[in-house]
């Protein structure tokens, strides 16, 4: 096989081993903005705890859960960057 030929072959390899993962973890995204949001509110190490390592099923609803906690934020008024809290 030549070299060419054998790119499209590493990069599923590499895919499937998660070793390329142009995707980010939708629990690293919602404990970044829980923590960054609502530290005040929210035990940070517990939630990285809780959701280190998680499964698909898992992702799929730390993804639910960031949607609509964005969404009750901004039916409340409460904005935030991923900077932190800028007021509510």
Do not use: K
């Not at 054998?6 to 070793?19: D, E, I, M, Q, Y």
């Not at 923590?35 to 517990?46: F, I, K, L, N, S």
């Amino acid at each position: 096989m030549t070299p060419i030929r054998s790119l499209p072959l590493l990069a599923a390899l590499l895919a499937a081993t998660g070793c390329l993962d142009d995707a980010s973890d939708p629990c690293d995204e919602y404990v970044a903005y829980m923590c960054d949001c609502h530290g005040d509110t929210e035990d940070c190490d517990q939630l990285a705890s809780t959701y280190a390592g998680a499964d698909q099923d898992l992702q799929d609803e730390c993804a639910i859960s960031l949607d609509d906690q964005q969404t009750e934020d901004e039916e409340i008024g409460h904005t935030c960057t991923s900077g932190g809290d800028t007021g509510e």
